[in-house]
Structures are given as C-alpha cells and as structure tokens.
C-alpha cells in the first residue's frame, strides 16, 4: 500500500512560481513510475507530467512544456513539480499519481494507476 499527500499549492498571481511536492509512503517508491494530473473547475481530469521510476525520463503535456518540471529524490520518497511563468489557465487540483513499475506511456490516459493522492489547489490569479 502506497500513500500519497500532495502538497505546496495556493493562490498566486501570473507569472509567479511555484513548487508543488507529493510525499509517498512505503519502502518501493522508487519502483514506481509518478506522474502529476490536474483538473481545472469543471473540466476532467488531465496528465501533466510524468517522471520514470529513475527520474532519468520525463514527459510533459505540450501545454506545461518548457515552464514545469517534474523531478523526484527517491532516497526522499518525493516528487515535485516545478512550475514556472504560471498562467490562469493552470488553476485546477493538482492531484500525484503512481504506476507500479508502469511506463508513462501508459500512465498519461489515466488508466491503471495504482495510486491517486486527493489533490491540492492550486489558483492563478490574472
């Protein structure tokens, strides 16, 4: 059993940066292939960013590419999301997924993920 806890979001204004964190419990974290989904108000729930279990491959959405990055310490148990020139287009609950030893491929349709954190709100101010 794998628990996650998003943390880190809150109310900025464009432009401004954040750093969003989700902590995991258990011992095989590193086994596992994380990724970050969002879903703004209203709409479903969409793939961000996924990062392999060694962090050495990562995949972002076309609409984050260049201002977020995904990264994680496994000795931590921890992955983060960098985020950066925000828009108010990037409001929504950012949520932290986990795919046991999946590949991001298969994690960015939101299918067969182990394991959903229950999100944290973030809000961009215009």
């Known amino acids: 059993q794998v628990q996650l806890v998003e943390s880190g979001g809150g109310l900025v204004q464009a432009g401004d940066s954040l750093r969003l964190a989700c902590a995991a419990s258990g011992r095989t974290f590193s086994s596992y292939t994380m990724g970050w989904f969002r879903q703004p108000p209203g709409k479903e729930r969409e793939f961000v960013a996924g990062i392999s279990w060694s962090g050495s491959t990562s995949y972002y959405v076309a609409s984050v590419k260049g201002r977020f990055s995904i990264s994680r310490d496994n000795a931590k148990n921890t992955m983060y999301l960098q985020m950066n020139s925000l828009k108010p287009e990037d409001t929504a609950v950012y949520y932290c997924?986990?795919?046991?030893?999946?590949?991001?491929?298969?994690?960015?349709?939101?299918?067969?993920?182990?394991?959903w954190g229950k999100g944290t709100l973030l809000t961009v101010s215009s």
């Open positions: 997924a986990a795919v046991y030893r999946g590949a991001i491929a298969t994690m960015r349709n939101g299918h067969g993920i182990d394991y």
